[in-house]
């Protein structure tokens, strides 16, 4: 410990003291007699800098094969962690629940924690943390899943948990009334954030208030599912011949084929199940200006769109290079809204397709209320400038390199590939789908960003959402439209306030 003397009036040292002052002494020393002329005149500046070329991405090896009841199977081996994880796409979603808006989620959630006709959902739990393991299940707008993780000894145990789960669901009543109170406080809390307003009242105004891809979960649909809804909604979707299953990990091929068959071999397929119609898809609104008046706000949530495309449209690579000269850091619509006229401090337009109907072409940010039309027309003048003008070639290659190097990170891990494999079987893709895009992306041109602008980008047909406080505002929003509709998001069920 270092003392101060007061006899000789110096600082006291221990033995290591000493050692590390010395070390400390030489390493400076050393430092200072370098030459260290070299780092200047090697240092570049990062766009000088020369990287070589990628190597090329593939995918693992993997199995695929169909069960005698239908049931697809995925088997992805990675030995590199003694973990093995699972996931089943059930082919179904919200979008097929019909008029009984949150059916669909509640048996996503119920299904695992209603428990199973053999396991209640507290013994479940307990045998699965006993043992750090876990299965889920949950529903989204266009599937179902399920999915266990465990370590590869307990694979049996947690497999058959899993496949209980998925064949026997217990749907206990009191687990669904939890649920559904649970949803009732999300529905109570859903105009807290004006971001997520203008999310949600956008994609109204776009798909239209009854859409399936729109639609919001009310008190009264709520109350009006049963136990019953949820036992019909399963009945009609979980089949083994409805089912993908892929399982990647630490495991012997052999005994996870036969382990499979134990499980799911004697699940009976349904025969009637037919291909699900979707829901026919139209904009609802083409063009317009909207506003959710929120008084209490100092700046304005905007956004603007219309109907977008699919995936699958050849298109899809060149309006993604398109993306990429919109957004991000040395994007147009940063450089010009951000930086230049310090509009906003974040600010994009993206075209975001969807796998099996179309997505949506959504631009926007979060201004100062008293430039929100300022805003709103800068965003217009660079989407129609894509249009009129051609692309740099630093914009391109830019927009292009940035998708292209990343295109790695779409390869990081096992589980990621077999996703991947599961989610193009789903949707009726091929299996090299991003392989091919990545091809499309390398040969896209200026031209070819010029001309998808023009083809798919609607200046005509924007829908315009405001999510602000109006008086405030330096122009007012009808210096966009001689028309502008007030969109009322007071929650049916309760009293109408300043917050909603």
């Known amino acids: 410990m270092l003392r101060f003397d007061l006899k000789s009036k110096k600082f006291q040292f221990s033995k290591g003291q000493r050692f590390v002052f010395t070390l400390v002494i030489v390493v400076a020393c050393l430092l200072v007699n370098l030459n260290f002329s070299w780092a200047a005149t090697t240092a570049k500046h990062y766009t000088d800098l020369k990287f070589p070329p990628v190597s090329a991405v ?8 169909v069960l005698e009841n239908g049931l697809v199977v995925y088997l992805m081996e990675d030995h590199e962690l003694p973990l093995v994880t699972g996931t089943a796409l059930i082919r179904t979603g919200s979008r097929l629940e019909g008029e009984k808006a949150g059916l669909a989620s509640l048996v996503g959630s119920t299904l695992r924690s209603g428990g199973t006709k053999k396991h209640s959902a507290d013994e479940l739990n307990e045998i699965l943390e006993q043992r750090a393991a876990s299965v889920e299940t949950d529903m989204s707008e266009a599937a179902g899943s399920a999915s266990f993780e465990t370590l590869s000894e307990d694979i049996e145990m947690a497999f058959g948990l899993f496949t209980e789960v998925l064949r026997e669901p217990a749907f206990a009543q009191e687990k669904l009334d939890l649920e559904k109170t649970q949803i009732r406080g999300g ?15 956008l994609r109204k105004l776009i798909y239209g208030k009854e859409s399936p891809y729109s639609r919001t979960v009310e008190y009264t649909t709520l109350d009006k599912i049963s136990r019953e809804d949820l036992l019909k909604f399963y009945q009609q979707y979980f089949h083994p011949n409805n089912i993908i299953l892929g399982i990647v990990g630490d495991f012997n091929p052999q005994k996870m084929r036969s382990l499979i068959q134990a499980k799911f071999g004697d699940w009976k397929p349904n025969t009637q199940i037919a291909k699900t119609q979707l829901p026919q898809v139209t904009q609802a609104n083409l063009g317009g200006v909207f506003f959710v008046n929120q008084p209490q706000l100092t700046q304005s949530s905007v956004l603007i769109g219309h109907l977008g495309g699919k995936f699958d449209n050849p298109d899809y690579p060149a309006l993604d290079v398109m993306n990429g000269v919109l957004n991000g850091f040395g994007g147009r619509l940063f450089n010009e809204l951000r930086s230049r006229q310090g509009l906003a401090y974040s600010v994009y337009g993206m075209w975001s397709p969807r796998f099996d109907y179309p997505g949506t072409f959504v631009a926007g940010g979060q201004t100062r209320t008293e430039t929100t039309v300022q805003f709103i027309k800068s965003l217009e003048t660079e989407i129609k400038r894509l249009q009129t003008e051609n692309v740099t070639a630093k914009e391109l290659n830019n927009s292009k390199d940035s998708t292209l190097n990343s295109f790695v990170f779409n390869f990081q891990n096992p589980s990621q590939n077999l996703s991947r494999l599961m989610r193009y079987e789903y949707y009726g893709y091929p299996a090299d789908f991003l392989f091919r895009y990545q091809k499309a992306i390398t040969a896209t041109t200026a031209a070819d960003v010029k001309r998808v602008a023009q083809k798919y980008l609607k200046p005509e047909n924007l829908v315009t959402l405001v999510v602000g406080n109006q008086t405030g505002m330096k122009q007012p929003l009808t210096d966009l439209a001689a028309k502008v509709t007030t969109i009322d998001i007071t929650i049916p069920g309760t ?3 300043a917050k909603n």
């Open 58 to 65: 593939k995918l693992p090896k993997y199995e695929r094969y």
């Open 187 to 201: 529905i109570a809390r859903r105009n807290d954030s004006p971001n997520s307003i203008a999310s949600r009242e």
């Open 495 to 497: 009293q109408p306030s």
